[in-house]
């Protein structure tokens, strides 16, 4: 067993497929399968089963996995502090996202950061608030940011930005050309739902028990699993959402969408700054956060 060996199987395990994980290293399906079949031998049994189309951890991989994505962070740790010794910012940080912060802010954040330090390598899982805070307490993830404030003793949040939720209904709805609507007429309309965990889900449940409501007083038309769609489910007249302005502002901006305020509600949420208030931050990492409070700055 060496770390490469446990970097590939990981790949494997994280996308689910073994041509894939080769892709992301260089190597043939046959090399990366070989590559398994040693740990497998080394372990003596099986970690992963390959079912149809995906490539699945066993009980026994998961449990590897769980301590392989671990050794390889405090590999990555190691070579980011020797780095940072030598008066160079170098090495590899994997970091979290909840889903409007992971797909609409993070990106662009860690774009500009490797322009700054190229022999950075930073890697984003996207997920919704609970994985990613069960990432970081996993230490699978050294740091998130999510749309949510965790209960976890042992996490430690920092806020970082608001964020801005409006009623999202298509260009062509009743209710488009208004600026607002009272609370009560919301109950009357479809509505779409994220899935439970999602912060923007716990954002408008908070919201509605603070005026009498929950969520089961809406007519609920569906429930989806990604801010995207229920952009699209809002499109195609599914029914109407809660979404964040960021995630819609090319809609909003083209005019196929629009937000619509909701009297007696307060529509704004926080992303959080989440990480394990037990573990040292790498010295990798507490560049990247100034880098990333700094850049944050520049846009509010």
Same mark, same amino acid.
């Given at each position: 067993m060496d770390l490469w060996q446990l970097k590939i199987f990981c790949n494997v395990v994280e996308l689910k497929s073994f041509s894939k994980a080769g892709k992301t290293v /260089? %190597? +043939? $399906? !046959?090399?990366? +399968? +070989? /590559?398994?079949k040693d740990l497998e031998d080394h372990?003596?049994?099986r970690l992963i089963d390959r079912l149809s189309k995906e490539a699945v951890a066993t009980k026994a991989g998961e449990l590897l996995y769980s301590y392989a994505r671990k050794i390889l962070t405090f590999s990555d740790e190691t070579e980011a502090a020797m780095a940072e010794f030598n008066g160079k &910012?170098?090495?590899r940080l994997l970091i979290?996202? +909840?889903? &409007? !912060?992971?797909?609409? %802010? %993070?990106?662009? &954040? &860690?774009? *500009?950061?490797?322009?700054?330090y190229p022999e950075v390598t930073i890697s984003l899982i996207v997920e919704d608030t609970e994985k990613i805070i069960e990432g970081v307490l996993s230490g699978n993830l050294e740091m998130g940011v999510v749309g949510a404030e965790s209960s976890a003793k042992r996490i430690f949040q920092e806020k970082l930005i608001e964020d801005e939720l409006r009623l999202i209904v298509p260009h062509? /709805? !009743?209710?488009? $050309?208004?600026? *607002?609507? !009272?609370l009560n007429l919301l109950v009357s309309e479809p509505f779409i739902v994220r899935e439970s965990g999602s912060g923007t889900l716990a954002s408008i449940q908070l919201n509605l028990a603070r005026e009498g409501y929950t969520i089961e007083d809406l007519k609920i038309a569906a429930e989806l699993g990604s801010t995207e769609a229920v952009r699209q489910g809002i499109k195609n007249k599914v029914g109407i959402s809660i979404l964040s302005t960021l995630a819609v502002s090319e809609d909003l901006k083209f005019g196929s969408l629009k937000a619509i305020a909701i009297k007696g509600l307060k529509l704004k949420r926080s992303f959080y700054l989440t990480r394990d208030k037990y573990r040292s931050l790498s010295p990798l990492s507490r560049v990247f956060i100034q880098f990333l409070k700094n850049e944050l700055i520049e846009l509010k």
């Open positions: /260089h %190597l +043939s $399906q !046959p090399t990366v +399968s +070989s /590559h398994i372990f003596g049994c &910012i170098k090495g979290g996202g +909840s889903t &409007i !912060p992971g797909a609409y %802010l %993070l990106p662009r &954040i &860690i774009g *500009a950061f490797a322009g700054q062509n /709805h !009743p209710w488009s $050309q208004r600026k *607002a609507i !009272p």
